[in-house]
């Protein structure tokens, strides 16, 4: 199943705040954009804690499956993820083009590729005054205690 959180999809127009998630135990077989909070988030989430477990196949967070344009601020993730396939971290599996401030991941990671202790996959747009202390663990060489990628741009 896809889309799978406490919230499967947040709007651009959409805010989550103030939410504590305790012993979480997301589990989506092969699904994509999965995690404790949103599966999928344009808007903004702040001041939201989770904890718990994750697993899924792509694009898994702790926090976040996809943040794609949003604003995450204030956040933390105490959670070990899962992933099958590709795009897994701490606290959000895939970010682009929107801003992380001030957030936490701890727990541990485990993924195929594209593997992070905070993001997995992290594509333009800021992150400031961010932390992670995960255990990452992966099949592959795209792993990394911060973030596997950065893509600011290309031709």
Known sequence: MDYVGLFGYVDDVGRVLDITIED??????????VGCVAGYNLGRISNCHVSG???AGSYVG????????GAVLMCSADVNVVGEIY??????GRSESGGVY?????GSVQGSDAVGGLIGDHRYGDVNNCFADTSVV??????????VKIIRGWS
Do not use: E, P
């Open 138 to 147: 992966t099949l592959s060489s795209s792993a990394g205690g911060f973030w």
């Open 62 to 69: 702790g926090m976040i499956g996809r943040n794609q344009g």
């Open 53 to 55: 477990k994750v697993s």
């Open 87 to 92: 795009q897994i971290g701490g606290l959000i």
């Open 24 to 33: 979480a135990d997301v589990n989506s077989v092969q699904g994509s954009y």
């Open 102 to 106: 001030n957030c936490y991941a701890t």
